[in-house]
Structure formats: C-alpha cells, structure tokens
C-alpha cells in the first residue's frame, strides 16, 4: 500500500473511532485520547494525522456525512423544475438527515452546538463541498432567471448553512408544523435568493 494509502487507512481509522466515542459518550465528553484508544493506536499519532485535534476530526465527521447527504441530494433534484421548491426541499431534507442520524444530532446537542457552529459556520472545506455540488444546479437555475442574477453561489450556499444550523439547534414552538417551516422558509430565504416569479410552490 502507498504512503498516501496507509495515510487514508489510519485517518479512516480515526473518524470511525471518533464516531464511536461520540455515540458512546457524548460529543462533549469525548476527547483525543478517548478517540486513540477506541482506535487502538497514541494521541500523538491521532494529532499527527489530525493535527486540529478534536475539532479536526469532528469537522471530518460532518463533511463525510454532508458527503453522503448531497449524493443523494444530486439524485432528487434531477429533473427539478423550481428553484423555490428546490431550495426548501433541499433544508428540510439537512435538518431531516441530521436529526435521523444520532452520530451526526449528538454534534448538534445543546451542550456542543455552540463549538459545532464554530467549527462549521465558516469552514471553508464545508461551503466548498456543497458550494461543488449545488453549483451545476444553481448555474442553471441563474441562467435559467429562477435564481436573482446578484446572488453569488457561495453566498448561497452559506446562507443555506446557517439557516439549516438554526433550524437543528434552535429549538422551534412546539406546535409548529412541517408544513409552517417550510411556509418560513419560503417567505424569508426563498425570497431572498429565487426571483420573484419561481418564489411560490405547491408545498
């Protein structure tokens, strides 16, 4: 295997150990040494391929997850024909893929959402992972005049983030529907990026 294998194997390693601690411990209680025992190997080799430490790997954690997210995402929004539509459907599928997830709602916990919106909010590794896989669809939607022709895609794309961080750590009234949400959504964000004759929906 090559240096730039064993390297994949052992931060592999390391992101599934972390995984593993923080579905046993807790985000909060879970630290570099906890994670380098569950992967059976030093701190210092945990630091030496994460050289972050924990904030590191947790980061990791989320991009691998968006990851998964946004390939799924590419399939639904084949075929997608407003803009509007597009785009809450696309944050209510985020804030419904963390919370069915324990691993990645644990990140979101009251007790770690502060330090995971600090580690996330403006990482740039994670607006250019989704900024990549939203840009073909949004790069039609614009050409297309669905999407307001000021609005920059990475823009976007980081409105999007904090809207759909919002929506998982702020805990919203209780009788709120899904169907209110998505009103919300339509009204405040949707209006802000989409122009104004693709705003309304079905939904």
């Given at each position: 295997?090559?240096?730039?294998?064993?390297?994949?194997?052992?931060?592999?390693?390391?992101?599934?150990?972390?995984?593993?601690?923080?579905?046993?411990?807790?985000?909060?209680?879970?630290?570099?040494?906890?994670?380098?025992?569950?992967?059976?190997?030093?701190?210092?080799?945990?630091?030496?391929?994460?050289?972050?430490?924990?904030?590191?790997?947790?980061?990791?954690?989320?991009?691998?997850?968006?990851?998964?997210?946004?390939?799924?995402?590419?399939?639904?929004?084949?075929?997608?024909?407003?803009?509007?539509?597009?785009?809450v459907d696309c944050i209510m599928g985020a804030v419904a893929?963390?919370?069915?997830?324990?691993?990645?709602?644990?990140?979101?916990?009251?007790?770690?959402?502060?330090?995971?919106?600090?580690?996330?909010?403006?990482?740039?590794?994670?607006?250019?992972?989704?900024t990549a896989y939203v840009r073909p669809y949004f790069d039609?939607?614009?050409?297309?005049?669905?999407?307001?022709?000021?609005?920059?895609?990475?823009?976007?794309?980081?409105?999007?983030?904090?809207?759909?961080?919002?929506?998982?750590?702020?805990?919203?009234?209780?009788?709120?529907?899904?169907?209110?949400?998505?009103?919300?959504?339509?009204?405040?964000?949707?209006?802000?990026?989409?122009?104004?004759?693709?705003?309304?929906?079905?939904?």
């Amino acid at each position: 295997m090559s240096r730039s294998g064993q390297t994949a194997t052992v931060r592999e390693r390391i992101v599934q150990a972390a995984e593993e601690c923080f579905e046993r411990h807790g985000v909060a209680k879970t630290t570099v040494e906890t994670i380098a025992a569950a992967a059976g190997m030093s701190r210092a080799t945990v630091y030496r391929h994460f050289s972050g430490g924990k904030d590191e790997v947790i980061r990791e954690v989320i991009v691998r997850d968006v990851g998964v997210f946004l390939a799924d995402l590419e399939q639904r929004l084949q075929g997608r024909l407003s803009a509007g539509d597009a785009l809450v459907d696309c944050i209510m599928g985020a804030v419904a893929y963390v919370r069915g997830r324990p691993r990645l709602a644990l990140l979101f916990a009251p007790e770690f959402a502060g330090q995971t919106g600090k580690i996330t909010g403006g990482d740039a590794a994670l607006v250019e992972l989704v900024t990549a896989y939203v840009r073909p669809y949004f790069d039609q939607a614009q050409a297309s005049g669905q999407i307001r022709p000021e609005i920059d895609v990475a823009d976007a794309v980081e409105l999007v983030l904090r809207i759909v961080f919002s929506l998982i750590t702020v805990p919203s009234p209780h009788d709120r529907t899904d169907a209110d949400v998505r009103r919300f959504l339509r009204t405040c964000v949707v209006s802000a990026l989409v122009s104004e004759p693709y705003r309304a929906g079905a939904r």
